[in-house]
């Protein structure tokens, strides 16, 4: 059974930094895409950044360039999302998600689609300005 625990959301000043975890568990971890992905109230959910962990390959929108970073500990099956320079319309739920189908693709293609197979229940993120 696949899982993935997200840790490490909360309230923080606009211009500071978190660091969000995903554990992941029950499934080969180099085989698939690893994603964060928000969602604001009534917005629509964004992908901020995915990975790739069998080669490191990578993956973040205009909004987050720079000012997020993704990596992953493999031997851990542990994905973290470096967030610096936080802002008000960062604030969001954030979900740690995984999906095969899209590691097969590679994330040229892939990159910014939020249809992963497998999610974890969210963790806040909130910037308060």
């Known amino acids: 059974e696949v899982q993935l625990v997200e840790s490490g959301g909360g309230l923080v000043q606009a211009g500071g930094s978190l660091r969000l975890s995903c554990a992941a568990s029950g499934f080969t971890f180099d085989n698939y895409v690893i994603g964060w992905i928000r969602q604001a109230p009534g917005k629509e959910r964004e992908v901020v950044s995915s990975?790739?962990?069998?080669?490191?390959?990578?993956y973040y929108p205009d909004s987050v360039k720079g000012r997020f970073t993704i990596s992953s500990d493999n031997a851990k099956n542990t994905v973290y999302l470096q967030m610096n320079s936080l802002n008000a319309e960062d604030t969001a739920v954030y979900y740690c998600a995984a999906d095969y189908w899209m590691s097969l693709k590679g994330l040229t293609v892939s990159g910014g689609s939020t249809r992963f197979d497998n999610w974890g229940q969210g963790t806040q993120v909130t910037v308060s300005s």
């Open positions: 990975i790739r962990p069998g080669d490191g390959s990578t």
